[in-house]
C-alpha cells in the first residue's frame, strides 16, 4: 500500500470575461443582486468554437504535467470529471488521450457535478494506493455558457456558472503521513431533480420526439436548480463532509492550514468559514472572478493557492465540495 500526492497542477480559464453588467443587458438581474447573494463580479464564457470542456481539460492538463515534471507518457490514467462533456458519449476522457497523444491508457468519466473532482481524487487516490497505478491525471472542465438560459427565466442559474478547467497529476508516495490521507464520499438521490439537467436524457426524452416536438418553452433543456434548498442542503452537507474527514485523521478544525471550498457561493463558504472559526487565511476563494466552475472550481483554486505560495509543503489541505445528486465529499490532504 502507497500513499498518493499531488505533484502537478494546472487551470485554464477563456480569456472572455463576462461581468454582471454584461448579464444585465441579456436578462432582469443587477450587480448588485449578484454580489450580494453569491459573490459573483465576474465569470469567462468561451468564445463559440474557441474551446470545448475537452479542449480546456487538455490545456490545463499540459500545465500539469509540465508542473510535475513528467512525460505525458508517464501517465498510467485519466479521470475526467464534468458535467458538460463535448459529447453525449464518448465521454471527454477519451479525447484528452488522443489530444495530448498518451499512449492507450484506461480513460473514465466522473458524472458527480460539483463533487466530480473529489470524487475524481478519491479515484486516482485508490488506484495508486493499491500500487495499480503510479501517475493518474484528474481534470474538472466545464463549459457552462452553451447551455445555460440567458434570458430572464434563467436568471437564478446562468449568473452563476462559468466556464474553466483544472488539473492535476497525482502519483506515488511512499511516506504514509503525507499526501492524500483519506476521502470521503456520499451521495443523496432523493434530491436529485433538485439540481439537475433533464434532457437530452434517454429516461426523459426519445430523440423522435425531439425532433417532432421542438418546443420553445421546454426548459428541460436548461439547468435547473431549487436554490435555497440547495443552499440549505449545502452548508449542512459541507460541514458534515469536513467533520468527517478530521475526525478520521484524529485532526482538528484549528489544524486546517487550506480549506479550498467548491466555489458554489461565496455566503456558503463564508458560512463554513464562521461554523469552524477559520481566519481568512485559512480558506480560499475565487468565485469572484469565475464563478462556480463546478468539477472545475478546486483544482482551479487548488492551483491558484498554491501558485500564490498559499500551499506549502506540510500543509494541511482540506478540500470540500457540494452538488448536484445531491453528491458531497471531502479530501484531506498533508502537502
Ligand atoms: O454548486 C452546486 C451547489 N449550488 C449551490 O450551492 C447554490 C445554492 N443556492 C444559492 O446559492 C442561492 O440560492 C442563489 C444564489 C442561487 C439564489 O439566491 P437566493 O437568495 O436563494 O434567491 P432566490 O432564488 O430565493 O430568489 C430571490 C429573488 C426572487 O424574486 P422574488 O420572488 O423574491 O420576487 C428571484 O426571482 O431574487 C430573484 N432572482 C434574481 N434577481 C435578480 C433570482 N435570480 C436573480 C438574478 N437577478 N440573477
Redo the contacts with the bound molecule.
Keep these: 500500500m502507497y500513499n498518493s500526492k499531488i505533484l502537478g497542477l494546472g487551470y485554464f480559464v477563456p480569456e472572455n470575461v463576462v461581468t454582471n453588467d454584461d448579464l444585465s443587458k441579456l436578462?432582469?438581474?443587477?450587480d448588485e443582486?449578484?454580489q450580494e447573494?453569491?459573490g459573483i463580479k465576474e465569470r469567462r464564457h468561451v468564445i463559440k468554437g474557441e474551446d470545448t470542456t475537452a479542449s480546456m481539460g487538455v490545456k490545463a492538463a499540459k500545465i500539469a504535467i509540465e508542473r510535475a515534471g513528467i512525460d505525458k507518457d508517464d501517465i498510467d490514467f485519466i479521470v475526467f470529471a464534468t458535467l458538460s462533456p463535448d459529447y453525449y458519449f464518448p465521454g471527454p476522457g477519451v479525447l484528452v488521450q488522443r489530444d495530448l497523444g498518451i499512449k492507450t491508457v484506461g480513460a473514465i468519466d466522473i458524472r458527480n457535478?460539483?463533487s466530480g473532482f473529489v470524487y475524481g481524487i478519491s479515484l486516482a487516490d485508490q488506484y495508486i494506493k493499491s500500487g495499480m497505478y503510479q501517475n493518474v491525471l484528474v481534470i474538472g472542465s466545464e463549459l457552462h455558457s452553451s447551455g445555460l438560459d440567458m434570458t430572464t427565466r434563467g436568471?437564478?442559474v446562468s449568473?452563476?456558472f462559468g466556464d474553466g478547467a483544472g488539473a492535476a497529476v497525482l502519483t506515488r508516495e511512499e511516506d504514509k503521513t503525507k499526501g492524500i490521507l483519506s476521502t470521503h464520499l456520499h451521495s443523496e438521490g432523493q434530491h436529485a431533480e433538485e439540481?439537475s439537467l433533464i434532457a437530452p436524457g434517454m429516461g426523459k426524452r426519445w430523440v423522435s420526439d425531439i425532433l417532432e416536438d421542438n418546443d420553445p418553452e421546454d426548459t428541460s433543456y436548461f439547468p435547473h436548480?431549487n436554490?435555497?434548498f440547495?443552499?440549505k442542503n449545502?452548508v449542512v452537507r459541507f460541514s458534515e463532509v469536513i467533520v468527517e474527514g478530521l475526525k478520521a485523521n484524529q485532526l482538528e478544525a484549528t489544524d486546517i492550514d487550506m480549506l479550498i471550498p467548491?466555489q458554489?457561493?461565496l455566503?456558503?463558504a463564508q458560512f463554513i468559514q464562521r461554523k469552524f472559526r477559520l481566519e481568512d487565511s485559512q480558506v480560499f476563494n475565487n468565485i469572484m472572478k469565475y464563478g462556480?466552475t463546478?468539477a472545475a472550481s478546486i483544482p482551479i483554486a487548488l492551483t491558484e493557492a498554491w501558485e500564490q505560495g498559499l500551499v506549502k509543503e506540510g500543509d494541511l489541505v482540506v478540500l470540500a465540495a457540494?452538488?448536484?445528486g445531491f453528491t458531497w465529499g471531502s479530501a484531506i490532504i498533508r502537502w
Design positions: 436578462m432582469d438581474t443587477n443582486w449578484i447573494r453569491t457535478q460539483c436568471r437564478g449568473v452563476i439540481l436548480m436554490g435555497q440547495v443552499f449545502a467548491h458554489a457561493n455566503r456558503i462556480n463546478t457540494f452538488g448536484s
